[in-house]
């Protein structure tokens, strides 16, 4: 591979020691954006294809070899040398070495600048797609289990203190509904980001007349990011807007993870883990540990360190391109990358959760139907303050009894059924969208890169 940059010019060379620090781990870390590069690389030549600047036979021979490059990033085979800097370099370098001036021809009209938002923009797409589609598998999750636990009474909790009646069912579907929002933030993210970048350049246009809305069209962009300026400005920021996001789901996630340990200890005893979702200990044999749940939480931690990292890169520039961005990268490949694995562990853990229903049941002790007591006054036409004021002494003169009380809960349990058949519904819709969201996806790698694909045709891409 020719080992040119392509910033690089005749007879200049550059230190060693300042090319190593701001190269970085480019290299490494831009092999997860190899087959979306290619992707963008190849609506590009359809594009410069459309307004004259290649012929039919060059377009041709650059798509047969961005397929081929995409295939290799997607085995990891694709190697970024490092004195190519960037995956980038790597790509126009092996179109160059492989079909000679064609290849020099891919960079006419872009700039590595709204090339590489471009790629990341399809990567956070796809990225955004495929984690919805997790979350929907995790709903699913979510109620089948519900529909296994048969109305398990649990006690619900307030300052780490027994409070009230409630149900492994009402627990449960709190993180649907909680899946739920996720899901529909999901889809507003994947809205925000369904705008084409490419033909900003460098940030301020170039003087050819390049088709933007073809672009947006043949990658199943909604619409064209209009401002070149706004195009560098939104570097970062719509990755941002990705790793609040993730930051939202490993919020619930803790709390699922934080739940089920508190639950499954000795003490508690509610629920148990699956042996083979825990570990043992180096040194005491009867140990079952819930290290995948704690590492759980470490990961939500990092995901949450990620977004602040990235927001203190791009919180302090001003308009225009600055290699800081350069940075903004890394933390969000990792997050996406933390993200998805805490989504798939959590869905593993739930589904094979054993409820313990004789153990709950023993938990539910009778001060927990204190507030039940206060309302039978209330309903007798008591003030409830006074209501609860007899409660407190019936309390005190230990007159409260579980079984006097038990059949209260039914009113609620119904009322849970009924809004978790609801949300149940609104989960298969957000499925289906997100399914649409993957089929698009994969539709336009399939189509973009296929050199018998018509170019500048209507397709369902379009949208």
């Known amino acids: 591979m020719a080992a040119k940059r392509l910033w690089e010019k005749t007879g200049e060379a550059v230190d060693s020691l300042i090319h190593a620090f701001t190269v970085g781990s480019d290299p490494v870390v831009d092999k997860n954006l190899v087959c979306h590069d290619a992707v963008g690389s190849a609506a590009h030549a359809r594009m410069l294809k459309k307004i004259g600047f290649l012929t039919s036979e060059e377009l041709v021979a650059l798509l047969a070899q961005l ?51 471009l790629a990341m923009r399809l990567y956070l797409r796809a990225q955004v797609a495929s984690i919805l589609e997790s979350l929907g598998e995790w709903g699913n999750v979510v109620v089948e289990r519900f529909a296994e636990s048969g109305e398990i009474c649990m006690p619900g909790y307030t300052h780490m203190q027994p409070a009230m009646p409630s149900s492994v069912d009402m627990w449960l579907h709190a993180f649907l509904e909680a899946n739920i929002c996720l899901m529909r933030d999901g889809l507003n993210v994947l809205d925000c980001l369904d705008t084409n970048p490419l033909g900003s350049a460098a940030g301020f246009g170039v003087p050819i007349p390049l088709d933007r809305e073809f672009v947006a069209k043949t990658l199943s962009f909604s619409r064209v990011q209009r401002s070149v300026i706004d195009v560098q400005n939104t570097r970062g920021r719509y990755e941002a807007k990705v790793l609040n996001w993730c930051t939202e789901i490993c919020f619930y996630f803790e709390k699922l993870a934080w739940d089920i340990i508190l639950y499954s200890s000795r003490e508690f005893g509610f629920f148990t883990l699956a042996p083979e979702m825990t570990t043992g200990s180096s040194i005491m044999p009867q140990k079952h540990n819930p290290d995948v749940l704690e590492l759980m939480r470490a990961r939500a931690s990092r995901v949450r360190g990620a977004n602040v990292e990235l927001e203190n890169i791009i919180a302090k520039l001003p308009s225009n391109y600055h290699r800081d961005f350069q940075y903004t990268k890394e933390p969000v490949f990792r997050a996406l990358n933390d993200t998805a694995q805490i989504v798939a562990i959590g869905a593993r853990v739930l589904a094979k959760l054993t409820f313990n229903r004789e153990v709950l049941k023993k938990a539910m002790y009778a001060d927990l139907y204190a507030t039940y007591e206060a309302y039978r006054h209330v309903s007798n036409g008591k003030a409830f303050r006074d209501a609860y004021q007899l409660t407190a002494d019936k309390l005190k003169a230990n007159e409260i009894k579980s079984v006097d009380y038990e059949k209260d809960f039914l009113s609620i349990a119904s009322a849970t059924n009924n809004y978790f058949s609801q949300a149940q519904a609104e989960l298969a819709s957000l499925i289906l969208s997100s399914h649409e969201w993957a089929s698009r996806i994969s539709q336009v790698e399939e189509q973009v890169l296929d050199p018998a694909y018509g170019e500048g045709r209507k397709t369902s891409m379009a949208t």
Do not use: C, M
């Open 67 to 117: 397929k081929e490059i995409f295939k290799l990033g997607q085995s990891g085979a694709f190697e970024i040398p490092f004195e190519l800097e960037d995956v980038h370099t790597a790509i126009e370098a092996r179109l160059v070495e492989v079909l000679g001036v064609v290849g020099k021809k891919i960079h006419t009209g872009r700039s590595r600048n709204d090339q590489v938002i």
